[in-house]
């Protein structure tokens, strides 16, 4: 009813030049309408040679689409009036609503209950408007100044404003439109709708998606999940730099924000997020026309050495490899290059490269299993004649991998240029540029490829975890309380006691076995270490009561309630952060890092959002700056990854049971070598709402 209405009323269709229920009637004659036009105004009989209604019901036939361009006061009763005509959807491009706060609020929840009283779709309020580029539809209903010539890409943007830029930029892109949609204040459709109706029309081969927040977080999740597979969804997501600021009692808090959130959402449901519309547009153009890579081993091909040392440098930047020539294709192109040459990757087919030395290059490695992709750089001396070597590239890139294309020194090149786009493969000014659009390429097939596993259960203590969490008040537990739960989950912990004087302390010491820490406990006391409220490798009775008797004499006084918590000093040799914090949008976000006392100046942490499967833990791992610190390294052994993973799936397990739970921190797990003993020895645990 929306997309492919056979009937169409402008309501507030305006003679006024400049206007925009002018601009909206005559957008839809000139992108040639196929079904009739009805604009509605109660004050002039004529808009664009065309006679006009004075109300939605005084038109004779059947409406099937109403477009509102009213001032916001009329904006409910002319729903109202197309709830009685019988109209299916309003595209409501009138501005004042949620968006202005007070009385807009109002007037949005209002007009969503009239729609859903006649059972009409909405688009908007506070958008620019729909387009259908459907030959059979052809409608242009928005105020879009831009033509865009019709294809397979729909376009959803929340912002009016970006909307016409996106627009704009496609059409320079040589990108067509199937359908677009700006989708203003989304008082009923959101991008998850959208996505949802796309996934079933053909000519739609590819989703762009521009939002500024995500309507209903899981519905979108799961719908896009689902249409990613067979649809790319290429998003630019902006207020990446909001950082989530809010004082944060553990780094978990503070690493976690809003912005990683919606990162990690998107990562996980298989949209690719992309940093800029200029490479949303060139991946959609790609992946449109060229196959998707079996891996990340790229070729390179140049004519220069400098261009091809970019090449390898941005491939590499962007963690893809360069693909290592099998002993054929090497003798082949020995056999067909001058001794210049040089065969290996990078190739370069020096300066007086013409089309043949292109294509029996070309030949030889696109023949290459150990190639996935290709890369060719031209940079066209005066000698040579580049549309000749377009032509060779164009008749020589293998079909079964992607081949994009850089050329430099462009002014000489547009015919080549022309050639290859014409061909579908892309061209690029910069290697950079190429290298970015085939990691994502890369990235999509990763995509396609990883199937999520189910959700791991455990056998744990619930009961005995709900009995403590049940009398506990809002706010953060002690950190031997917060032990209790989580260890109640089966996540390991140090042998351990509470005391208070510090000859307690060492007979404590005496029963756990030496070596011990004591660390103060006190509420309220969140980052011991700051306190020098922490003293470890303590070897005996008198290495304790020292250390007691500090921590009592300088801390006591000003910590009422201070305990002393002597505790196993753990043996393992790396450190590394577990978290959750619960996002109010997004649910629980799982943090994995490289921890310590030092996690808050690293920053080196993995987040995912809830589901994590048995692999995700370490894949989060894997993905961390550091992660070459918890293998192998500098003769240590390597670190019990597999304690930290399964750490983590306890706790997803314990923070689905207790949604009282906002926040959780391990901070440190200290891993020994796999078979070793791996143990959490710090953890922080924050309880909201009430009991
Ligand atoms: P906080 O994070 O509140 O400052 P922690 O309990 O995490 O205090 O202790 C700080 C550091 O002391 C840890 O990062 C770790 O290096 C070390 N540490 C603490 N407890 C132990 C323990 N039981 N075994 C070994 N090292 C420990
Ligand atoms: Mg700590």
Not at 116 to 123: D, L, P, S, T, V
Not at 267 to 294: I, K
Request: charged share 20%; proline share 7%.
């Amino acid at each position: 009813m929306v997309f492919r209405p056979r009937a169409v009323a402008v309501v507030g269709a305006s003679r006024r030049p400049g206007a925009i229920g002018r601009q909206v009637v005559a957008n839809i004659l000139e992108g040639g309408f196929t079904g009739p036009v009805y604009p509605v105004n109660a004050h002039a009989e004529v808009v664009l040679s065309m006679p006009t209604y004075p109300s939605v019901l005084a038109i004779p036939g059947p409406v099937d689409l109403a477009v509102l361009c009213v001032p916001p006061e009329q904006v409910l009763s002319v729903a109202e009036e197309c709830g009685e005509k019988g109209v299916g959807g309003l595209v409501v491009i009138t501005a004042g609503f949620k968006e202005i706060g007070g009385v807009g609020v109002e007037r949005e929840a209002r007009l969503v209950a009239i729609a859903e009283r006649f059972g009409m779709r909405i688009i908007g309020p506070n958008c620019m408007g729909i387009v259908n580029m459907e030959p059979e539809v052809s409608l242009n209903a928005s105020f879009a100044a831009t033509r865009t010539p019709p294809g397979h890409v729909a376009m959803v943007s929340q912002s009016g404003a970006l909307g016409e830029a996106i627009l704009a930029d496609a059409a320079d892109a040589g990108l067509g439109v199937a359908m677009f949609a700006s989708i203003g204040n989304r008082a009923d459709i959101g991008a998850a709708d959208l996505l949802e109706y796309w996934e079933h029309v053909d000519r739609v081969r590819i989703v762009l998606l521009y939002a500024e927040s995500l309507g209903d977080p899981e519905k979108f999740v799961t719908v896009a999940r689902r249409v990613s597979r067979t649809k790319p969804i290429l998003a630019v997501k902006s207020g990446r730099s909001a950082a989530g600021a809010a004082a944060a009692g553990s780094h978990t808090g503070s690493i976690a924000g809003a912005d990683v959130a919606v990162d990690t959402l998107f990562q996980q449901c298989g949209v690719l997020r992309v940093e800029s519309f200029r490479d949303m547009f060139s991946l959609a153009a790609t992946l449109l026309h060229q196959p998707l890579p079996r891996g990340d081993r790229i070729a390179v091909v140049t004519n220069a050495g400098g261009p091809g040392i970019l090449a390898t440098d941005a491939l590499d930047g962007e963690g893809l490899r360069m693909a290592t020539f099998a002993k054929r294709t090497t003798a082949r192109l020995a056999r067909d290059l001058p001794p210049e040459a040089s065969l290996r990757n990078p190739v370069d087919l020096i300066a007086s490269a013409d089309a043949e030395r292109y294509r029996k290059a070309l030949r030889a490695i696109a023949a290459d299993e150990h190639v996935d992709g290709l890369l060719v750089l031209f940079v066209s001396p005066i000698m040579i004649d580049a549309q000749a070597v377009a032509e060779a590239i164009r008749d020589h890139a293998p079909k079964d991998k992607p081949v994009l294309a850089c050329l430099m020194g462009r002014q000489k090149g547009r015919e080549a240029i022309a050639v290859l786009e014409d061909a579908g493969i892309p061209v690029f000014r910069y290697p950079e540029d190429a290298a970015r659009i085939m990691r994502l390429l890369v990235r999509r097939r990763a995509l396609l490829d990883s199937e999520p596993g189910p959700v791991p259960r455990f056998k744990v203590q619930r009961a005995r975890a709900a009995a403590l969490l049940e009398a506990a008040p809002a706010g953060w537990l002690t950190g031997s309380a917060a032990e209790a739960v989580l260890g109640a989950y089966g996540i390991p912990f140090p042998r351990g006691r509470l005391v208070r004087a510090p000859k307690d302390a060492v007979e404590a010491a005496h029963e756990i076995g030496f070596p011990v820490v004591i660390k103060a406990e006190a509420p309220g006391l969140l980052h011991k270490s700051e306190h020098r409220a922490v003293a470890t490798r303590l070897q005996n009775g008198d290495e304790v009561f020292a250390a007691a008797r500090d921590l009592v004499t300088r801390l006591a006084r000003r910590m009422p309630g201070m305990m002393l918590h002597v505790q196993e000093m753990a043996g393992g040799h790396r450190e590394v952060l577990l978290g959750m914090t619960r996002d109010p949008r997004y649910g629980p976000l799982f943090v994995a890092g490289i921890g310590g006392t030092h996690v808050e100046v690293l920053r080196d942490v993995a987040v995912r959002i809830a589901p994590l499967d048995a692999a995700a833990p370490f894949e989060m791992f894997a993905s961390l700056k550091g992660s070459v610190l918890l293998g192998e390294f500098r003769g240590d052994p390597p670190a019990d990854v597999a304690a930290a993973a399964d750490a983590l799936l306890r706790l997803q397990q314990l923070v689905a049971d207790f949604p009282r739970i906002a926040e959780v921190e391990v901070n440190p797990f200290i891993l020994d070598a796999p078979g070793g003993r791996s143990l959490a020895v710090d953890a922080r645990l924050r309880l909201e709402g009430e009991p």
